[in-house]
């Protein structure tokens, strides 16, 4: 009975959480990153779209958030914390993200966190958490 409960409540939260952008699982939300077709090219605009998250100035990742990124790309990337001038700072690393592999990260403190792609060092990024 318990479980049966469970379940359907469970099947509630999945077909509503579909239906939304961003889903809220326990007061939580959570975010996607997506790695464009094409980010191995300097020239791509927007490597890790949205370049910066959220988008939107005037909003912030509420702490306790998962970022997913999602590899969109045909070729090999990372999602690793710091930036090309000083290299990794050690906070978050996806390690080698293959094509359509995705890599969720929960950010526990506030701050702008910078990031960038060890393989193509022009691909930079920033979450804004607070
Ligand atoms: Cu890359």
């Known amino acids: 009975m318990f479980s049966a409960l469970s379940l ?29 077709p094409g980010s191995s090219q300097p020239a791509t ?3 890790y779209n949205p370049t ?5 100035a005037n909003e912030s990742v509420q702490v306790g958030s ?5 590899n969109d790309d045909q070729t090999f990337h990372t999602v690793t914390s710091g ?3 000083t290299g990794p700072d050690g906070k978050f690393d996806s390690g080698i993200l293959s094509p359509l592999q995705s890599y ?5 403190s506030a701050g702008t966190f910078s990031y960038y ?4 060092p022009y691909m930079r990024g920033w979450v804004r958490v607070g």
Do not use: R
């Open 83 to 85: 930036d090309a001038l």
């Open 8 to 36: 359907a409540f469970a099947s509630i939260v999945l077909y509503y959480s579909n239906n939304i952008d961003q889903m809220q699982v326990l007061g939580q939300v959570t975010y996607e990153v997506h790695i464009q």
């Open 104 to 108: 969720p990260w929960t950010f526990n």
């Open 52 to 56: 910066v998250l959220p988008a939107l």
């Open 117 to 120: 792609c060890t393989i193509h």
């Open 45 to 47: 605009p927007n490597p």
């Open 66 to 70: 998962t970022v997913t990124w999602i």
